[in-house]
């Protein structure tokens, strides 16, 4: 089965960056999204990014448009998430998830976590103010 691995989280100060990462291993379908949830305490989770394995289309959440970016590194099986201009609101425990059936394209539509197949365990990103 798909294992999903988080790293990178951490203690950063407003207006700082991070990079996450997700290692992937285990596909047995070329069809999926890789997509990132975060859920602070006492709240909902919440998607925050996807990329489709189908075109590489990309989506993020208005709340982080601009401001993170999500990519790929094929030959080492890695999805990344750069979080520059963090806030304090970005903290939260951020996970990693795989959707099968989910490599269409990507635009306005953000994939829920309903439709995830597989999560990580995730990585604690802290903003401080």
């Known amino acids: 089965e798909v294992q999903l691995v988080e790293s990178g989280g951490g203690l950063v100060q407003t207006g700082g960056s991070l990079r996450l990462s997700c290692a992937a291993s285990?596909?047995?379908?070329?069809?999926?999204?890789i997509c990132w949830f975060r859920q602070a305490p006492g709240k909902a989770r919440e998607t925050v990014s996807a990329i489709s394995s189908g075109d590489g289309s990309t989506y993020y959440a208005n709340s982080v448009k601009g401001r993170f970016t999500i990519s790929s590194d094929n030959a080492k099986n890695t999805v990344y998430l750069k979080m520059n201009s963090l806030k304090p609101e970005d903290t939260a425990v951020y996970y990693c998830?795989?959707?099968?059936?989910?490599?269409?394209?990507?635009?306005?539509?953000?994939?829920?976590?309903?439709?995830?197949?597989?999560w990580g365990k995730g990585t604690l990103v802290t903003v401080s103010s």
């Open positions: 285990g596909f047995t379908s070329d069809d999926y999204a």
């Open positions: 998830a795989v959707g099968y059936g989910l490599g269409v394209h990507l635009g306005a539509w953000g994939p829920s976590d309903d439709g995830m197949d597989y």
